[in-house]
Structures are given as structure tokens and as C-alpha cells.
């Protein structure tokens, strides 16, 4: 699945028309430099034509467990179908902990902010069902992400967990496809990212070319 990393509602719209894409991923970083509302995000971004369950994900804020699991419950109780990014702090595991043993477990959960895949294994044998380790940020500190999510793919399946893996955060467009080699599942881009990642300077040449004949 490929998805969206912003919360900018103008620079999403010309995406919804251009490519497959599965849905919108954010973080309060993103809102805020969007500056929008974590709730009026979520209701333009149906609008806008993401309307589907679990087409959006939006983090908690609060960094105890207990004001991470309201969040999340006010999260699921106003819009439904959409996942709570909870970041794997040991608050934040034990927030995932609580929210998937308790009466409305059927919340969608993202375990977020992952540097290491011990954090994220313990997220999934929690009952996360999505993963985001943060490619360019474990690239940045002098660490390997292939290497975490290729450890961590095998866990999954070594334990059968069934938790999927949603690479994020990058910088270039190389660190995509690599990630998705090393065993991400999944991914989420920036626009500005996914604009390079699709662009080829040779083929706009040929293309160019070819034109001057026609
Ligand atoms: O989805 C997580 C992502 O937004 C973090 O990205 O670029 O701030 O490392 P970045």
C-alpha cells in the first residue's frame, strides 16, 4: 500500500486523481505546519475523497499512558475507522496494551516513532496492527534500516504476528525502494517526495525528444 505523509489539504488534493494511493498518513508536526486541527483534517480529508475505513491516521499527543488511551477512544468514538498512532515509548506500548484488551479493542493502532525492531515487535505482540519505522530519521543517527526492518519482517512472520509494516520517514527516493526490499510492507511519502520518486530527468528527455517530432 502507498500512502500519503502530510496534512496540507491543497498540496494532497492534485494527488487524489493521479495515482492509486490507499490513504493519509500525519503527525501533530504536520498539522501544525499545515496549520490545521487534527479533527478538521480528518473531515476535509474525507471530502477530499479518503472516506474510506482506515484510509487515515492520526497521532495521539499525550505522553502518559492515560492521556494517550482518551485520545485514542475520543479518537475511534468521533470518526470510526481510522488508525491512532501511538508512539512506542514504554508509555505508549502499555497505552497499546490497555486500548487492545479493553471493550472497544477494534481500534486501528499505528505504533509509531520506531528506531529499533525490538520496540516495534513488542508493538505487534501487543496487537498494533501497523508499524512505522522511520527510515531517514534511523538513517540520520548513524543506524541501518534495512537491517531493522529486515529483522523485524522476519520476527513478524517467525511469530506469525500479523502486524503489517508501514515504512515512514524519508529523504531521498532511494530509501523507498530499499525499503520495501528489506521487507516494509507498506510505505508513506511525502508529496514533495513522491513527485521526485516518480520523476525520471532521462525519460523527460525522451519524452522531449519524441515530441520534437510529432
Ligand atoms: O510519518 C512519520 C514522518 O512524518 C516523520 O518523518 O521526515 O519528520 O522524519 P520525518
Keep these: 500500500m502507498l500512502y500519503l505523509d502530510s496534512a496540507n489539504?491543497?498540496?494532497?488534493?492534485?494527488?487524489?486523481?493521479?495515482?492509486?494511493?490507499?490513504?493519509?498518513?500525519?503527525?501533530?508536526?504536520?498539522?501544525?505546519?499545515?496549520?490545521?486541527?487534527?479533527?478538521?483534517?480528518?473531515?476535509?480529508?474525507?471530502a477530499l475523497g479518503f472516506d474510506r475505513p482506515h484510509q487515515l491516521f492520526v497521532q495521539v499527543t499525550a505522553t502518559d499512558t492515560a492521556g494517550m488511551v482518551?485520545?485514542?477512544?475520543?479518537?475511534?468514538s468521533r470518526w470510526g475507522a481510522v488508525y491512532c498512532k501511538i508512539p512506542v515509548s514504554p508509555a505508549g506500548l502499555t497505552a497499546i496494551h490497555q486500548l487492545k484488551r479493553s471493550d472497544d479493542a477494534s481500534g486501528a493502532i499505528c505504533a509509531t516513532a520506531i528506531y529499533c525492531e525490538r520496540q516495534a515487535f513488542l508493538a505487534a505482540r501487543e496487537g498494533a496492527d501497523y508499524l512505522a519505522p522511520y527510515v531517514n530519521r534511523i538513517d540520520r543517527e548513524g543506524g541501518d534500516f534495512q537491517r531493522v526492518i529486515g529483522r523485524l519482517r522476519e520476527l513478524l512472520e517467525r511469530q506469525q504476528l500479523p502486524a503489517r509494516i508501514v515504512a515512514a520517514s524519508f529523504a531521498i527516493p532511494e530509501q523507498l525502494t530499499q525499503a520495501l526490499l528489506a521487507g516494509a510492507h507498506d510505505l508513506t511519502v511525502s508529496p514533495a517526495l513522491l513527485t521526485q520518486y516518480l520523476a525520471n530527468a532521462q525519460t523527460a528527455q525522451a519524452v522531449a525528444e519524441f515530441a520534437s517530432y510529432g
Aim: one cysteine or more; proline letters at 4%.
Design 9 to 46: 489539504i491543497e498540496e494532497l488534493r492534485p494527488w487524489v486523481h493521479q495515482l492509486s494511493l490507499d490513504g493519509i498518513t500525519c503527525n501533530p508536526k504536520l498539522l501544525a505546519q499545515a496549520g490545521i486541527k487534527a479533527d478538521d483534517f480528518i473531515g476535509q480529508a474525507r
Design 70 to 76: 482518551a485520545q485514542a477512544r475520543q479518537l475511534w
